[in-house]
């Protein structure tokens, strides 16, 4: 298959690890692609060094070609830079309509979702079917996170809506990436029999995690990931605190976000120096080295609605290096790791039944532990995989790929 990926984000913004492993894996299958992106600007909303803003900008990665459009860069919590931001992407990508207009099938990689707003053109003008991997829930995502006045959020609840009916129904395929947002998709105007769940998979790696040979005293848990105002890690020391007797008990920090000085300040007021350990930023090969200290993985998010049929990533990747889970994620999240034996789960921003949790965990043995770090490995293998997710969704862009002369 010709294959057109469009993304707003590819390497080097992380956000475009999704897309950037889906077409490497296509093109090594044998297909020809093609990635239209933007300029990178995700970590610190400018155009970092070595790029410059320009609309004919072509590189290779590998034998991918990848055409990048100019953006608005803006990653703050400024709503009209942020909504710039959004729509400048889909504006721009328009006028690259050569570049993917002898494609065979579009696949939308969706956060956000305005990415799939020239997809949804293009299907209409081209005859070009569209697959649309959906990430974020929208609208929920934007006029739930708080960067939008009130009165403005209501407005764009109302304009988002309407338009996301015509982007799902016009789709050939939609991609959910949780169970509960199969439904939900459907209620909003896709076609039940074009809604389809493919997981997320942990980001390649050359080692994985391994799994402590003796019985180690104590508890390690470990959070991995971005450290911002929904990720609820406040609850997360509160928790902590509370736990204070138990013996030989850690709490480790991986990462960096707009609340870390906050949170370290926090761990002070709460006198936790000697039991939590901020690590700060890690490197592929030092995260490894956190997941082999760690028995239990934290994955937490606030109590909100969108995150019932989200799936952080982190869970993935824990999974991957065959950690057990302790979530406070409402929804999919806990249902999968109560119902698989994952391990545990604790309810959203609940200073108490976290730290039960931990007490729980805290109380496990080292053949339960072993247990549950073989039915963590043995669910990703089984359910989240890089191979099972792409050859799900070869094979779902084959079947709504437009027929041609292709051998």
């Known amino acids: 298959m010709k294959i057109a990926i469009v993304s707003q984000y590819f390497p080097p913004d992380k956000p475009g690890r999704i897309a950037d492993e889906l077409s490497q894996e296509l093109a090594r299958r044998g297909h020809s692609v093609r990635v239209l992106t933007a300029f990178p600007h995700y970590d610190t909303g400018r155009i970092p060094p070595g790029f410059r803003q320009r609309w004919r900008h072509v590189e290779s990665r590998g034998a991918v070609s990848v055409r ?183 709490l480790l920090i991986a990462g960096g976000g707009v609340l870390e000085g906050r949170l370290r300040e926090l761990a002070d007021e709460l006198d936790l120096r000697d039991t939590v350990e901020f690590l700060g930023k890690l490197s592929p090969e030092d995260v490894v080295g956190a997941y082999e200290r760690a028995d239990f993985q934290i994955v937490s998010l606030k109590r909100l609605d969108i995150f019932e049929g989200n799936i952080p990533s982190k869970f993935q990747a824990g999974l991957a290096h065959q950690v057990p889970v302790i979530t406070t994620v409402a929804g999919d999240v806990s249902r999968l790791v109560v119902e698989n034996g994952l391990g545990l789960a604790a309810s959203p921003e609940d200073v108490e039944s976290l730290a039960g949790a931990f007490r729980e965990a805290h109380a496990t043995t080292f053949a339960e532990r072993q247990a549950l770090r073989e039915r963590a490995r043995a669910f990703y293998d089984a359910h989240l995989t890089k191979e099972r997710a792409v050859s799900a969704i070869e094979t779902i862009l084959a079947a709504i790929a437009k027929p041609d002369d292709r051998i």
Request: no cysteine; charged share 20%; hydrophobic share 45%.
């Open 68 to 250: 990048r459009v100019p953006i608005f860069a803006s990653h703050s919590r400024n709503a009209i830079g942020r909504i710039a931001n959004y729509l400048s992407f889909p504006w721009s990508a328009r006028f690259a309509a050569s570049f993917v207009k002898d494609a065979d099938v579009i696949y939308v990689h969706g956060t956000p979702a305005t990415s799939a707003h020239a997809a949804y053109v293009w299907s209409k003008k081209f005859r070009i079917p569209y697959l649309f991997h959906v990430q974020d829930i929208w609208p929920e995502s934007v006029t739930g996170s708080g960067f939008l006045p009130a009165p403005v959020a209501r407005f764009a609840n109302g304009v988002i809506t309407r338009w996301l009916r015509k982007v799902y129904s016009s789709a050939s395929a939609v991609v959910a990436i949780a169970p509960s947002a199969q439904q939900l998709f459907v209620e909003r105007g896709a076609a039940a029999d074009r809604v389809h769940l493919v997981y997320n998979w942990a980001r390649d790696t050359e080692r994985r995690a391994a799994a402590p040979t003796a019985e180690r005293p104590g508890l390690t848990l470990l959070y991995a990931g971005n450290l911002g105002a929904l990720q609820d890690l406040e609850t997360v020391l509160r928790a902590a605190g509370r736990v204070r007797d138990l013996e030989d008990f850690r």
